[in-house]
């Protein structure tokens, strides 16, 4: 097989697991066989293991003697950790792009914090809109590793969403977005710091709060210790999940 080949397909093996993570397939303590995994995909075992080496790198899946590997259990700990490398990263990235650079990119910045704005909020797609936004944001700073760092740490971010692990944001306040970006159009490199600093702050609150009523946590593995598939067997009957 030629090497970009195998590349490609331990990449489509990786996105097919994350999308089974973001569409409740998969979640917290729900373990994993990577040669099941192999035969429900239709490619070998190798891709396989690839893509589960790198989830697991990625912090997503973890391997034990008992259990083999699992998706990893989440702990308020590492959601809050995650997000205050989300806010250093974001803050960083507004110190750069500061003045000329956002202001080089008004129109576009205002049409994606309107689509935040004016998305239905407490749904998924509210929660795309959002990452798009910063996303956007932190890519006006024209730093690579900031960059891709923020998507990696946003990659958690979406499948915590998903999977209800952290609500799914914080109470929105009216034109949120809207009302940042032109704030950061007048603003120098400390001050777009602080408005970033600020504008995140309200996640700290909502996920202290969750955390507080104990509602930041993963699912158990079940009592039989089954693997979860992938994507079912063909002429299986669908199974359902007890949440």
């Known amino acids: 097989m030629p090497p ?7 990449r489509m093996v990786y996105e097919e697991i994350y999308r089974a993570m973001l569409t409740d397939r998969l979640g917290p303590g729900d373990r994993l066989n990577r040669r099941e995994v192999a035969e429900d995909l239709g490619v070998s075992v190798a891709p396989v293991l690839e893509a589960m080496t790198q989830l697991e790198w990625e912090g997503f899946l973890a391997t034990t003697p008992r259990r083999g590997t699992i998706v990893r259990e989440v702990t308020f700990a590492e959601v809050l950790g995650r997000f205050h490398l989300r806010s250093a990263i974001e803050s960083q990235a507004a110190r750069i792009y500061a003045g000329d650079r956002i202001r080089a990119e008004a129109s576009r910045m205002r049409e994606l914090a309107a689509a935040v704005d004016e998305t239905r909020q407490g749904t998924l797609e509210t929660v795309d809109e959002e990452l798009r936004f910063h996303h956007a944001l932190v890519d006006l700073s024209g730093c690579r590793i900031l960059s891709e760092s923020f998507r990696q740490v ?3 971010s979406l499948y915590y969403a998903a999977q209800k692990i952290i609500p799914r944001e914080p109470e929105p306040t009216e034109r949120m977005h809207i009302v940042l970006v032109e704030k950061l159009l007048e603003s120098g490199p400390e001050e777009a710091d602080r408005l970033i600093r600020h504008h995140l702050q309200a996640w700290i609150e909502v996920l202290t709060k969750a955390a507080a ?3 930041i946590e993963g699912r158990r593995l079940d009592a039989r210790g089954e693997t979860t598939r992938i994507k079912a067997r063909r002429k299986a009957p669908q199974k359902s999940r007890d949440r």
């Open 4 to 10: 970009t080949q195998g590349i490609l397909l331990s």
């Open 154 to 156: 946003m990659r958690h």
């Open 213 to 215: 009523e104990k509602r």
